[in-house]
């Protein structure tokens, strides 16, 4: 986290789901799991994330429900404060300020008003050093609590929150560090430990990965880094402890847990197989396999309804106790990284970068939802390590998002370069990309960047690439076949190069009148219309990295950045150098909505940014140590909204928001602390309600048909009678309990007759109607002289009373005394019985 003055750096949207276990509420119907600086509330039905609690200013490493109220839950947080909150509200309740940050958080119903905690051991500066520590929390009606007494439980414990558990209710607290298992009697307060070696005789690693306590026997399950599970009986006495050993896994066992009645045992691993052994019956297995990615936890619902896996890839299965996914949560795939820029879809206003293995996803940043994954490859992905497969390493889309263009390659170490050009067209129907084009070995070499032409006005849609074989190709959308069969398609319109140099990037402008393309250390400028080379740019040695042309009212400038540490400025318009400065940028990017552009600069191990315009020398705004590493990923997300902010320093997050991902693939962002205060002020909200589902009863009493209904009103034909569902009298009889009221056929028939208009009223009304019209014409025939004269008196007579009160049409005064005649005595008398 860094924080100066009005902006900070933030984990929005995109945050790991899967870094700490999740947790299933009492009843099963939520599932609440640490996601960036805030919690998740998940509905286990309907997958929707239904509460936001937020308020750390850290990363949140733990959630644990509060053993003496299943309504309340705990988040711990690295910003050294543990917080209380009504997760089905989604109230914070209390915080408590503990002052050191916390590393995973434990409690249990034998120690009341009590919670234990991991946090770095206070003796030892370095980091690497943990304790367990018991917090006893005050008592106090203060909604901010200075909690700051800790007591030293155990010393040298691992960080990972697996190596912990309590057992029997909280006699005893089981820690694995290493080599080494230790258990803690609190009656006893006495500790035993029980060392293995490192290997065992068959060459396995004895490691321990994670801990797991029988809730009704003594019984601790370890699972260790060769596969292996053991499970430790007789562990109160020293010398006479013994263990058995269970072996599925091939790999490291990553997660334990114990079902609440103590029946069966789940585990889980690299194998992304989820493994139920029975207790005492150990060669009883059940299997759940091809759960698509490795298992890093496990959870059981406390009813034992459910169980759930985390995986690797961002992702928490919901699975029944019948061993069968119900439900799966996707979050944003995490790779071990991004070959593809970030990018934004200009149709869904989704993030989109490389997903699964050969696959694009479309991620939501203002929901914080995956939407779907689009297969680029289209070949099964085989999980073995040292094979070379298909992989997706560029990505671009046209201004409007109607077309797709992805670059996809394999390199083997005989065989020569394998790449593919595919251009994907978006399908009205079926609201998805389909493939177009596939161009099988676009260039002799590696492609080094793509583009889109994005002027709106252009006639046809082109694309540019670059490649290490010294050339760079325009592709062009060609004019639709004389067949019908067959669509548009795409062709090569130019193959350039320049001096046998290797072209490193290129980029169109706003207009699409010019192509940049940067051979080495000289930028060439070419005109898409003609092809012809237009003029040649040059600067200090060294090559050039990124090119960016200028928008808006900066279209005249085109800028660079260099090998040897420089941020070039050229002007168009005279074909000159503008301004150069020293810095070692590591990515460029202009923002689509405005003037700015964001540098992002490496020093001394840290990334800094700054934000300019390329017309002014001073930057709007710059901030240093944004993040440890190298940025290499970013991308500006226009807002459905523009925020109105008058801060200078933040004016440059009006239009759009700038996300980054750092080298640990966090996805991190810029806000402001109005912007805060407004999440803040939503995310307390009463929205439970939108947990329910949508049954007609629902909509019938629900607050969207009465919000219809308000609105429908006053366009509302006079012919047709408004449904009274939403009145009081109908609301007070569908939500009385069913065993006071009449039977069901004494209330029907009078219930149903109420709503409808009866046929001979209207019949007579129309009668009435008709004998009035005449009578009214023959009035007007014998009065035709007398017209002149009262009409003026009549007008002024009318526009009078309409000033006073706004006068009934004859469909409504019909309409009035129509109501007045229909009989609603039943219901008066079964309100007051």
């Not at 990017?589 to 940014?609: K, R, Y």
Request: a negative charge; aromatic letters at 8%.
């Amino acid at each position: 986290m860094v924080e100066h003055g009005e902006i900070r750096v933030v984990h929005r949207g995109g945050s790991k789901l899967t870094s700490r276990d999740p947790v299933f509420s009492s009843d099963s119907r939520f599932l609440l799991c640490a996601s960036g600086e805030c919690v998740k509330v998940f509905s286990t039905s309907t997958e929707e994330c239904i509460h936001d609690l937020r308020g750390h200013t850290e990363l949140v490493t733990g959630v644990l429900l509060r053993p003496s109220n299943h309504l309340q839950v705990y988040s711990c947080s690295a910003d050294g404060t543990v917080r209380l909150w009504d997760f089905t509200d989604g109230i914070l309740i209390k915080t408590y300020v503990i002052g050191y940050p916390i590393y995973s958080i434990y409690a249990s119903a034998n120690h009341e008003g009590v919670i234990f905690l991991v946090t770095p051991a206070q003796s030892d500066k370095r980091s690497e050093m943990f304790q367990l520590v018991a917090v006893q929390l005050p008592q106090s009606g203060d909604q901010l609590v200075e909690a700051r007494e800790l007591s030293a439980v155990l010393s040298d414990v691992s960080s990972n929150p697996a190596a912990i558990v309590f057992g029997r209710g909280g006699e005893y607290i089981a820690s694995a560090n290493g080599l080494q298992l230790e258990v803690y009697f609190f009656k006893k307060q006495k500790a035993y430990r029980f060392p293995l070696k490192e290997d065992n005789k068959k060459g396995g690693k004895n490691t321990f990965m994670c801990v797991a306590c029988h809730p009704k026997d003594d019984c601790i399950a370890t699972g260790h880094e060769d596969g292996k599970i053991r499970l430790w009986r007789n562990f109160n006495h020293k010398k006479e402890y013994t263990y058995s050993t269970l072996h599925w896994h091939h790999s490291a066992v990553s997660s334990l847990c114990f079902t609440p009645e103590g029946t069966n045992l789940l585990s889980g691993g690299i194998e992304s197989v989820l493994v139920q052994w029975r207790y005492n019956q150990e060669s009883q297995r059940d299997f759940l396999p091809r759960l698509g990615a490795a298992i890093t936890h496990i959870a059981v619902s406390p009813d034992g309804a459910l169980f759930c896996t985390s995986h690797s890839d961002n992702k928490i299965t919901i699975i029944q106790s019948c061993v069968k996914v119900s439900a799966v949560i996707q979050g944003l795939v995490k790779g071990e990284s991004v070959r593809t820029d970030l990018m934004m879809d200009p149709r869904s206003k989704s993030l989109v970068l490389n997903g699964k293995p050969g696959h694009l996803q479309f991620y939501s940043l203002q929901r914080d939802k995956l939407l779907y994954n689009l297969d680029i490859v289209q070949q099964e992905y085989i999980h073995e390590s040292g094979l070379q497969q298909f992989e997706v390493v560029k990505a671009a889309f046209n201004a409007s998002g109607n077309w797709l263009a992805t670059v996809e390659e394999r390199k083997q170490k005989a065989a020569e370069l394998e790449l593919n050009l595919k251009l994907w067209a978006y399908d009205e129907q079926t609201q998805s990309f389909v493939l177009n084009t596939t161009i099988s070995a676009p260039h002799e070499a590696q492609i080094t960047a793509m583009c889109f032409c994005h002027a709106a006005d252009s006639q046809t849609t082109m694309l540019a690439s670059t490649s290490k074989d010294g050339h760079f190709k325009a592709w062009q959308l060609a004019a639709q076949a004389h067949t019908e069969d067959e669509g548009p398609s795409w062709s090569c319109d130019f193959v350039g190069a320049y001096h046998d140099l290797v072209p490193e990037c290129c980029c169109f402008s706003a207009d699409g009148s010019l192509l940049a393309v940067s051979f080495q250390e000289v930028v060439t400028v070419w005109s898409p219309a003609s092809w012809e080379l237009l003029t040649t740019l040059s600067q200090p040695p060294g090559a050039i990295r990124d090119l960016c042309f200028g928008r808006l009212s900066c279209s005249k400038y085109l800028l660079g950045t260099s090998a040897n540490n420089l941020l070039c400025c050229w002007n168009l318009l005279t074909c000159s150098l503008e301004w150069s400065t020293s810095m070692d940028v590591s990515l460029l990017l202009a923002d689509p909505l405005s003037e700015n552009m964001a540098a992002f600069c490496c020093q001394a191990g840290c990334t800094d940014l700054f934000v300019f315009k390329p017309s002014e020398p001073r930057p709007l705004f710059s901030r240093k140590e944004v993040c440890s590493g190298k940025v290499t990923r970013a991308v500006f997300a226009p807002r459905e909204e523009m925020l109105e902010s008058c801060e200078e320093s933040s004016q440059w997050l009006n239009h759009s928001q700038l996300y980054f991902l750092t080298q640990y693939m966090d996805l991190m962002t810029f806000t402001t602390k109005a912007e805060e205060d407004r999440l803040m002020a939503s995310s307390k909200q009463l929205v439970i309600d939108d947990s329910v589902a949508m049954t007609p009863f629902y909509l019938l009493l629900g607050k969207h048909r009465q919000q219809e209904n308000q609105d429908s009103l006053g366009g509302m034909s006079a012919e047709r009678t408004p449904l009274p569902q939403g009145s009081v009298a109908i609301r007070e009889l569908l939500q009385t309990p069913a065993h006071v009221l009449p039977s069901t056929s004494y209330l029907c028939s009078m219930f149903v007759q109420s709503l409808l208009i009866s046929v001979t009223d209207t019949r007579e009304e129309n009668k009435h109607t008709e004998e009035e019209m005449e009578s009214e014409k023959e009035e007007e025939d014998s009065e035709g002289e007398m017209e002149s004269s009262t009409r003026p008196k009549e007008s002024l007579e009318s526009e009078a009373t309409e000033s006073a009160a706004p006068a009934l049409t004859k469909a409504q005064a019909r309409e009035l005394r129509r109501v007045k005649k229909l009989d609603h005595s039943w219901l008066a008398g079964l309100l007051d019985s």
